[in-house]
Nanobody
Framework: QAQLVESGGGLVQPGGSLRLSCAAS????????IGWYRQAPGKQLEFVAR???????MYAYSVKGRATISRDNPKNTLYLQMNKLKPEDTAVYYC??????????????WGQGTQVTVSS
């Protein structure tokens, strides 16, 4: 199977920036769509951004213009650059991917999450 591991979260002041990473490992043949979701305390899971295997991107309205999603296919790594962070961006950020394994099995995988806290 395959695993997703996020990193790069932390405490940042309002107006600051963070770069989140999501590294995929395991028996990976290819990664199709991959993206970021977040969950704030007491709130439902929320879509943040997604990128297809061909590089097409889509963003939630709440982060559009402040976030840039990118991927490094040879490294099986996903990135999310977040700028002009706001307190309402505080959440656990999760990576989600459609992965085809070397056995050609397609499955959807989630990472364990990384905490982002925006506070002065």
């Amino acid at each position: 199977q395959a695993q997703l591991v996020e990193s790069g979260g932390g405490l940042v002041q309002p107006g600051g920036s963070l770069r989140l990473s999501c590294a995929a490992s395991g028996s990976i043949f290819e990664i199709n769509d991959i993206g970021w979701y977040r969950q704030a305390p007491g709130k439902q899971l929320e879509f943040v951004a997604r990128i297809t295997s061909s590089g097409s991107t889509m963003y939630a309205y709440s982060v559009k213009g402040r976030a840039t999603i990118s991927r490094d296919n040879p490294k099986n790594t996903l990135y999310l650059q977040m700028n002009k962070l706001k307190p309402e961006d505080t959440a656990v950020y999760y990576c989600n991917a459609d992965i085809r394994t070397t056995a050609r099995v397609l499955f959807n995988s989630w990472g364990q999450g990384t905490q982002v806290t925006v506070s002065s």
